[in-house]
């Protein structure tokens, strides 16, 4: 994970590794292995290394260099837990060749109706790379495993703000190594159950929302829904566009005639007019566009980055932002449905790399992560620190 200097020669914190839904996938995987019948926190780390691993086979290999690695005080104790726990362990993995590796059979994972966490081949990579990430941060690498397993699931239920609230099935043995997250710098402060995560290891935040933000999300898609269908269908004629133009901001004035008038894009009448007076439409997303979007982002690993700097060349230009099908169209990503872009737009301003002014289109610019690593508008620039 690499790091970038802001133009004030601070170093901006690297982008989150999980987007929210993959973060909803790593909670998944830890409320399965604290609700397993498993007695020592040995046991529920090595647990939730296996179960990720087994997360689409229903096998998760381990060698013994593999479980060496962990630095578990009994390994063998935890061995036979998941064995009691009814996973089939092969008796090689303690004791027999250290690079052998040993296909433990997870039977909640098998494919098929049942799967306890149905991932696609992305997000397991996405989530297994977070858990290791997660448990080799500087602040908690050599700490036990009680300290390496509350850093998943405090890392896990961390908002994008970096804040957090203790969820309920943290395990009991996690809460003494607290203090030790707190002394390391893995949390930056805690108040009773709630936190915040220290600032170098802000990246492992799994995006948590919490039930009344997401109700929150569903009644604004609802909102628009029914903006959508209670406007007017016909389309904007001269003269409804000049007299909603007559009715707006001056900033808003400046921006629509700057679309409007723009000699590079050269919209037609109907594309802008209809864009700026009509509620916009809501992009659905469906499983099939998340399933995509998570093959999507592996082939495109820097996709924040170049998206805010874009937006950055495109404004200069135009003078105004991208449309979402112009940012994707402009960056060469090709052959994708309307739901994909608006899944990959979307995650991009939830990651902070690009943000917009809805409901106003045409309005992509960068966004807070962006900002930390440089990435600004040129008027931005004589601003103090850069930002």
């Given at each position: 994970m690499t790091t970038a200097s802001t133009g004030d020669g601070a170093v901006a914190p690297p982008p989150f590794l999980l987007t929210p839904h993959q973060g909803e996938s790593a909670r998944a995987l830890l409320s399965y292995v604290a609700a397993l019948p498993?007695?020592?926190?040995?046991?529920?780390?090595?647990?939730?290394?296996?179960?990720?691993r087994a997360a689409?086979?229903?096998?998760?290999?381990?060698?013994?260099?593999?479980?060496?690695?962990?630095?578990l005080e009994d390994p063998v104790g935890a061995v036979a837990e998941l064995t009691a726990a009814g996973w089939e362990v092969p008796a090689h993995l303690v004791g027999g060749d250290p690079d052998k590796p040993a296909g433990i059979l997870v039977p909640d994972m098998a494919p098929g109706p049942g799967h306890v966490l149905p991932l696609g081949k992305d997000a397991r990579s996405?989530?297994?790379?977070?858990?290791?990430?997660?448990?080799?941060?500087?602040?908690?690498?050599?700490?036990?495993?009680?300290?390496?397993?509350?850093?998943?699931?405090?890392?896990?239920?961390?908002?994008?703000?970096?804040?957090g609230h203790a969820p309920a099935d943290l395990?009991?043995?996690?809460?003494?190594?607290?203090?030790v997250l707190l002394e390391k710098g893995f949390l930056a402060e805690v108040?009773?159950?709630?936190?915040?995560?220290?600032?170098?290891?802000?990246?492992?935040?799994?995006?948590?929302?919490?039930?009344?933000?997401?109700?929150?999300?569903?009644?604004?898609?609802?909102?628009?829904?029914?903006?959508?269908?209670?406007?007017v269908s016909a389309e904007a004629t001269p003269e409804s566009w000049a007299e909603w133009k007559a009715d707006v901001s001056p900033a808003l004035l400046r921006h629509v005639e700057a679309?409007?008038?723009?000699?590079?894009?050269?919209?037609?009448?109907?594309?802008?007019?209809?864009?700026?007076?009509?509620?916009?439409?809501?992009?659905?997303?469906?499983?099939?566009?998340?399933?995509?979007?998570?093959?999507?982002?592996?082939?495109?690993?820097?996709?924040?980055?170049?998206?805010?700097?874009?937006?950055?060349?495109?404004?200069?230009?135009?003078?105004?932002?991208?449309?979402?099908?112009?940012?994707?169209?402009g960056l060469g990503w090709k052959k994708l449905s309307r739901e994909l872009r608006g899944v990959i737009v979307r995650t991009l301003i939830e990651e902070g790399w690009l943000t917009s002014t809805p409901p106003v289109p045409w309005t992509l610019r960068p966004g807070r992560t962006a900002h930390a690593q440089g990435i600004v508008l040129p008027g931005q620039m004589t601003r103090p620190g850069g930002r």
């Open positions: 498993l007695q020592s926190v040995d046991a529920q780390l090595l647990a939730a290394v296996v179960a990720i689409r086979t229903g096998v998760g290999n381990l060698t013994g260099t593999d479980l060496r690695s962990l630095r996405r989530v297994s790379g977070w858990c290791l990430r997660t448990r080799l941060a500087k602040p908690v690498r050599k700490g036990s495993s009680a300290v390496r397993l509350a850093a998943l699931f405090l890392a896990a239920h961390c908002s994008a703000e970096l804040v395990p009991v043995a996690c809460y003494p190594a607290v203090p108040t009773g159950k709630s936190y915040r995560l220290g600032p170098a290891v802000g990246h492992l935040a799994g995006l948590f929302r919490t039930p009344e933000e997401i109700a929150a999300l569903a009644r604004e898609a609802e909102e628009r829904r029914a903006a959508r269908e209670a406007a679309v409007e008038t723009c000699r590079l894009c050269r919209l037609a009448f109907p594309r802008f007019a209809n864009a700026f007076m009509s509620p916009p439409t809501p992009l659905p997303m469906p499983r099939s566009a998340l399933d995509a979007y998570e093959t999507w982002r592996t082939g495109h690993p820097d996709c924040g980055r170049e998206a805010a700097q874009f937006t950055v060349a495109f404004r200069t230009g135009h003078g105004h932002g991208p449309s979402y099908g112009q940012l994707c169209k």
